[in-house]
């Protein structure tokens, strides 16, 4: 079974602060997505690696994917309150099926 | 871009009563949907795999004949919920990929369902 594991599950930051969270699994995964989901709506893709030791940015966002495509992390730059939401880490496994990381939590405080 | 809408929003109902959810495609067809289950401050699980003109796929530990999943057009999957208890109370989401779209998964708004 494939796994992924997220880290921290829950962050808690001044807004200027910097972050980075961590998806890891033993398995070897063909792409890794990220997505960031508010409360009661839906996860919004935002955005997925494709190629070991690939780095994508998307303004103050960095990912990051793992040489071997295990591992992947998100860095936040001077997070702001409205970076506060859940983000999930996603991996398609056997059966063409999405799984999800547990999530990460963040919370910018003002 | 791809949009998947998913009605109602939310949904309150009696315990013993059914629910179905509604899971469409706007602007592509879909010949697999997937259904997650979600439980507060919780991640996404997956429930099932919703096939087009065929029998759904359950992940292990779902219940076949509680969840009944219906994928009868390519731009319309149905979840219902049967003899709801408040165990079951859950926001559930549905997804699609559109074709050309690889891995990517896009998302309904979700279902916030309260089993009285």
């Known amino acids: 079974t494939q796994l992924l594991e997220q880290s921290p599950q829950f962050l808690s930051i001044q807004e200027g602060e910097n972050l980075t969270v961590y998806c890891n699994s033993s398995?070897?995964?063909?792409?890794l997505q990220w997505y960031r989901q508010e409360p009661g709506e839906g996860p919004v893709l935002l955005v997925t690696?494709?190629?070991?030791?690939e780095v994508k940015k998307l303004k103050r966002l960095t990912f990051q994917f793992g040489d071997a495509r295990k591992d992947s992390s998100l860095h936040i730059t001077a997070a702001q309150p409205g970076d506060t939401g859940l983000y999930l880490c996603?991996?398609?496994?056997?059966?063409?099926?999405?799984?999800f990381g547990a999530g990460t939590r963040l919370f910018v405080k003002a | 871009g791809a949009v998947v809408s998913q009605h109602p929003s939310w949904v309150i109902c009696k315990s013993g009563t059914s629910v179905k959810i509604e899971c469409r495609s706007l602007d592509f067809q879909a010949t697999t949907m997937f259904w997650y289950r979600q439980f507060p401050k919780q991640s996404l699980m997956l429930m099932a795999t919703s096939n087009e003109g065929s029998k759904a796929t359950y992940e292990q530990g779902v219940e076949k004949d509680k969840f009944l999943i219906n994928h009868a057009s390519l731009t319309l999957s149905t979840l219902t919920v049967t003899s709801a208890h408040p165990e079951d109370s859950s926001f559930y989401i549905c997804?699609?990929?559109?074709?050309?779209?690889?891995?990517?998964?896009?998302f309904g708004s979700g279902t916030q369902l309260s089993v009285l």
């Open positions: 398995s070897v995964f063909s792409s």
């Open positions: 997804s699609a990929r559109p074709p050309g779209s690889g891995e990517k998964l896009f």
């Open positions: 996603a991996g398609v496994g056997g059966g063409f099926k999405t799984i």
């Open positions: 690696v494709v190629t070991g030791g």
